[in-house]
């Protein structure tokens, strides 16, 4: 995606609603790391444990937690940098002005539905604060917890996206 001005990872734009765009991107790119390297410690500290007859008993459900956020935190990383999904083998053979005109379809409407999930996911955030819902497990988490890394998440996306458009049509002669 990088070799195309037009794309959402292509050349920075240098207006402060893109570099703020750009180093939460990155912030969240770094956290999604983080949650991945989280993964890898509580799965091998429990095959361990195993061996002992132990366990840590909520590998599983951290496990699932620390998913989401390497999932939903790294999307606008991944958008930034060019590696978001796209069917290459239907994009690459688009001419440059319909793969132009295909790359902006693309970001609008993927800006409406992540701003309308976006939504969605605050007032479901929302309803598991103010009701205090609880995971059924061993540590009773919170539900509000993770799902504000999946809202977070989803609003990094947006910032991204929207400073993509914003980017380009302050650039239209």
């Not at 050349?11 to 402060?16: A, L």
């Not at 500290?45 to 496990?63: K, N, P, Y």
């Amino acid at each position: 995606m990088t070799d195309d001005a037009s794309e959402p990872g292509g050349p920075r734009g240098t207006g402060r609603l893109a570099r703020a765009a750009a180093a939460l991107s990155d912030v969240f790119g770094a956290l999604a790391g983080v949650a991945l390297a989280g993964i890898v410690v509580i799965v091998c500290t429990e095959i361990v444990l195993r061996l002992f007859r132990h366990s840590l008993l909520v590998t599983d459900e951290m496990g699932a937690y620390l998913n989401a956020a390497v999932v939903f935190l790294g999307l606008a990383y991944s958008l930034r940098h060019g590696a978001f999904i796209r069917m290459e083998f239907v994009y690459d053979r688009l001419s440059r002005p319909v793969r132009r005109l295909a790359t902006w379809c693309f970001v609008l409407i993927t800006t409406v539905f992540v701003a309308a999930l976006v939504y969605v996911a605050w007032k479901h955030v929302q309803y598991a604060y103010v009701q205090d819902t609880r995971a059924i497990s061993v540590l009773a988490t919170p539900e509000w917890i993770p799902q504000s890394l999946m809202l977070l998440g989803l609003a990094a996306l947006l910032v991204q996206l929207v400073a993509f458009i914003w980017e380009r049509v302050r650039h239209v002669p």
